[in-house]
C-alpha cells in the first residue's frame, strides 16, 4: 500500500495532524509527518514532494494556518493528489488559511477540507488509496456502516434526552 505524506506548516498544528494520524492508524494506511515551512524551508517542502512518488507516496495532506501557501507549494511540485487542511488562527478564525487553500491557480490542484479538518482529510486519503485497494475499501465501507450504526442507536434515545 503507497504511503500518505503529512507536512504541517508549524508543529503548533500537531494536534490537527494527530487526528488524522488516528484515522490513518485505525485503517492501517501507513504514513510519515514531517514539518516544513512553504516560506521558511521551501528547499526541503519541494524536495519532499519532487521525491513523494519515487519514494512510495500515493497522497499528501498538507496543514498550514494563515497564509496556508504549504499545500499549494507542495502541489506545485508533484502529481501526486494534495489535499489542504486550512488550520484556524487566532487572528481570522481560519479564514484565511481556507481562501489561502482553496483558491489555487488553474493546473495546480488542491483538494480541500474544513478548517481543522484533520479526520476527513485522512478519510479522503484512504478514499483515494482505496481506488487501487480493494482491502481498504471494504475498511472504509465498515468504518461508515459502524458510523450510521452509532447516529442510530444516539437516536433511539433522544426523544428522552429531549424532554429532560
Known amino acids: 500500500m503507497k504511503k500518505v505524506g503529512i507536512i504541517m506548516g508549524s508543529d503548533s498544528d500537531l494536534p490537527i495532524l494527530k487526528k488524522t494520524a488516528a484515522t490513518l492508524n485505525s485503517l492501517g494506511i501507513p504514513y510519515e509527518a514531517h514539518v516544513y515551512s512553504a516560506h521558511r524551508t521551501p528547499a526541503e517542502a519541494r524536495d519532499f ?6 519514494n512510495d507516496f500515493g497522497v499528501i495532506i498538507c496543514a498550514a494556518g494563515m497564509a496556508a501557501h504549504l ?14 487542511i486550512p488550520c484556524k488562527s487566532t487572528n481570522l478564525d481560519g479564514i484565511d488559511a481556507l481562501l489561502s487553500t482553496v483558491m489555487m491557480p488553474s493546473g495546480i490542484p488542491v483538494a480541500t477540507v474544513a478548517v481543522d479538518g484533520g ?16 482491502d481498504l475499501a471494504a475498511k472504509l465501507d465498515q468504518k461508515r456502516k459502524k458510523d450510521a450504526e452509532a447516529v442510530i442507536e444516539k437516536d433511539k434515545g433522544i426523544m428522552a434526552r429531549i424532554t429532560e
Open 49 to 54: 514532494a519532487a521525491s513523494a512518488r519515487e
Open 71 to 84: 499545500a499549494g507549494a507542495i502541489a506545485a511540485n508533484t502529481t501526486l493528489p494534495v489535499i489542504g
Open 119 to 134: 479526520v476527513n482529510a485522512a478519510l479522503l486519503s484512504a478514499q483515494i488509496l482505496a481506488v487501487e485497494d480493494k
